[in-house]
């Protein structure tokens, strides 16, 4: 027991506090875009209780070692695999918005690309600490590539922003680990090969929003009146918004998905300047911690994880804002900790849990 209330006692303290602003955050920004009908809407509801189960996670994930994880690598494999193809069993699999990546389980949909996601950077950590001294080798990068492109691909199918978060997450996690960059610089010419025919086999929604992305001033191509619409909230909020539940965009719901690809929308409309730049500089701090943490860790395998879940935060929050902003292309990828959806905050805290796991063993235990 005492080992546990150790634990317990010996977790970052500003790392939760910064979650659980967000987490009040969230709530509050959700429930205005349905303060018209009633704040406790079923989205907040569904948000207030995937952060109840978040935290359930956390509990169970600091209570074991995260070194066991690397034990059972291979299966975690076969489980990310199993997961991302569940969305193509008849019945069970789900079309939102043109992607094919939820699945529908009756009380609630759910997006296994999401639990993936952390999958992958657990998959990817023991790889790259169990070849560390062969990262230098093109060989050693081939096979990093072929263990990660199985399920890179399969997101790619039906979800481009999700598979570039993935990709993203890869490349990072290669950097953090001391990949070759002569090895990189030839993996990087076969990709860039590659993309004229990955471009054939995208869906005709993600061209079409590659194509608005490139063509901002066309308002009939698919998602540049959304983006449009987007910075007239953001533009309208001014320095210190129009005032909590206040947004006419988003009441007149002018603002697309507003609680979740374009939640940052409603904060700029509502909140302001000031408040997205708060929000700005919690997501900064929460990384900067994060990058503490990582140089404080005990061993290769444990920074590795938190390398992989700053890339996937990193890239997620700079995508989801600057694409509220039209500065990006428009991808559906959620705002950690503040957009809506279960399995979104599902991913987010298990992330968290396993950077506090690793903080806390990176301590000197005293009794």
């Not at 659980?20 to 709530?27: D, F, G, K, M, Q």
């Not at 997501?283 to 994880?305: C, E, K, P």
């Amino acid at each position: 027991m005492d080992y546990f209330s150790y634990i317990y006692k010996n977790v970052d303290k500003l790392i939760c506090l910064i979650v659980a602003i967000l987490a009040v955050t969230s709530v509050l920004m959700i429930g205005s875009t349905s303060i018209e009908t009633g704040f406790f809407s079923r989205s907040v509801i569904v948000q207030i209780a995937a952060y109840f189960i978040g935290l359930i996670e956390i509990f169970i994930v600091l209570r074991y070692n995260y070194m066991v994880i690397k034990d059972i690598t291979k299966w975690l494999y076969v489980l990310a695999i199993l997961l991302l193809l569940t969305v193509y069993i008849p019945g069970l699999g789900i079309e939102v918005f043109g992607s094919r990546a939820w699945i529908n389980l009756r009380i609630l949909t759910f997006q296994p690309s999401e639990i993936v996601k952390i999958l992958f950077i657990l998959i990817m950590a023991a790889y790259l600490d169990n070849n560390k001294d062969n990262l230098y080798n093109f060989r050693c990068l081939l096979k990093a590539a072929l263990i990660g492109a199985p399920i890179i691909l399969i997101v790619l199918k039906e979800d481009f922003g999700s598979a570039l978060v993935f990709a993203f997450t890869w490349v990072v996690m290669l950097f953090f680990a001391g990949i070759d960059i002569k090895a990189f610089g030839k993996f990087l010419a076969i990709v860039i090969f590659m993309v004229p025919i990955a471009y054939i086999f995208m869906a005709d929604y993600q061209k079409e929003r590659l194509e608005a992305f490139l063509h901002p001033d066309n308002l009939s191509l698919q998602g540049n009146y959304q983006v449009w619409q987007s910075k007239v909230a953001i533009g309208s909020g001014g320095l210190f918004g129009k005032g909590l539940f206040n947004g006419t965009q988003k009441s007149l719901d002018f603002i697309p998905v507003q609680t979740s690809d374009f939640i940052f929308s409603v904060i700029g409309e509502e909140l302001g300047l000031v408040g997205g730049v708060i929000v700005i500089a919690l997501f900064g701090v929460l990384l900067v911690r994060m990058m503490i943490i990582l140089s404080d860790a005990l061993d290769f395998y444990g920074a590795l994880i938190i390398s992989g879940i700053i890339g996937m935060f990193t890239f997620q929050i700079f995508e989801n804002i600057a694409m509220t902003m039209g500065l990006m292309p428009v991808t559906g990828i959620t705002l950690p900790f503040l957009s809506y959806g279960g399995s979104s905050i599902l991913s987010n805290m298990l992330a968290i849990g396993l950077v506090l796991n690793i903080a806390v063993r990176s301590k000197k235990i005293k009794f």
